[in-house]
């Protein structure tokens, strides 16, 4: 069942969204080689308490940690760990924020000192996804129109959409409904109303868009080894068109 918000429980998810933006942009001031993400996810745990929040990942169904950290072939889930990130690598770091018993979910995914030029073109092109798809999140318009705009300008660049994870509707509780694929034909789906509020959080590979999890049943990689990027917001429907509320300032 797919839960319209008030305004003024979207202002408070907003809230979580500005606190969450400012903490990826704090990130943002860290992440160079010689860092690792374990250091990262302490730093975002320290961060969010400090500032009346709490991780809401941390202990979603066992799972560690504050972040999610995937690094390179790693296309989401990734567990932050004590290695060091170097020259050339891109990072995604991934959380969900609590705040007074509302969400904020983003991804932003980080340059690790110079990268390739086939790395910047991922992370350029998975950035213009998601934005292209958040154009198509008006009111009248359905799921599908969002996930078409993503899978055709992707697979424009070249680029392979993963179908596994997708995007959904968010609250009070980290998963509601709609989910929110990135790949699909336009004009299917349930049809956006004023008051859903919704994540998108394509996630785009250089190589085929198969899947393998690792041993510890969360960490998600490309089958073929080839660099993933990710770039997510959580965003509100509203008449005026779609709010973002953890926009980057």
């Not at 809230?15 to 730093?43: M, N, R, V, W, Y």
């Not at 975002?44 to 995937?70: D, I, M, N, W």
């Not at 424009?156 to 993963?162: A, D, K, Q, R």
């Not at 509020?197 to 960490?219: A, C, Y």
Request: negative net charge.
């Amino acid at each position: 069942m797919i839960t319209l918000k008030t305004e003024h429980e979207i202002q408070k998810m907003h809230d979580a969204g500005k606190l969450l933006a400012s903490c990826h942009q704090e990130i943002k001031k860290l992440i160079q080689p010689g860092i690792s993400t374990l250091e990262i996810d302490e730093f975002v745990e320290k961060y969010l308490r400090e500032h009346g929040a709490t991780p809401e990942q941390k202990g979603y169904q066992g799972y560690p940690f504050a972040t999610c950290a995937s690094v390179n072939d790693v296309i989401c889930h990734g567990f932050p760990t004590k290695k060091k990130l170097k020259d050339g690598d891109i990072v995604t770091i991934d959380m969900v924020v609590n705040v007074n018993g509302w969400l904020a979910d983003s991804a932003w995914s980080y340059e690790v000192g110079t990268v390739s030029k086939q790395a910047r073109h991922l992370m350029e092109s998975t950035e213009k996804a998601l934005y292209l798809g958040i154009e198509q999140a008006v009111v009248g318009n359905r799921i599908g129109d969002i996930s078409h705009a993503i899978q055709a300008y992707a697979e424009s660049e070249g680029l392979s959409v993963v179908r596994e994870f997708i995007g959904h509707g968010i609250g009070k509780v980290m998963h509601e409904d709609p989910q929110v694929p990135h790949a699909g034909p336009k004009g299917k789906g349930p049809i956006l109303k004023e008051g859903m509020v919704l994540t998108i959080e394509p996630m785009l590979n250089i190589g085929k868009r198969f899947v393998k999890i690792d041993d510890d049943g969360w960490t998600a990689r490309t089958f073929d080894g080839s660099l993933s990027c990710q770039y997510e917001h959580t965003l509100a429907i509203t008449k005026d068109g779609p709010l973002i509320l953890t926009a980057q300032l």
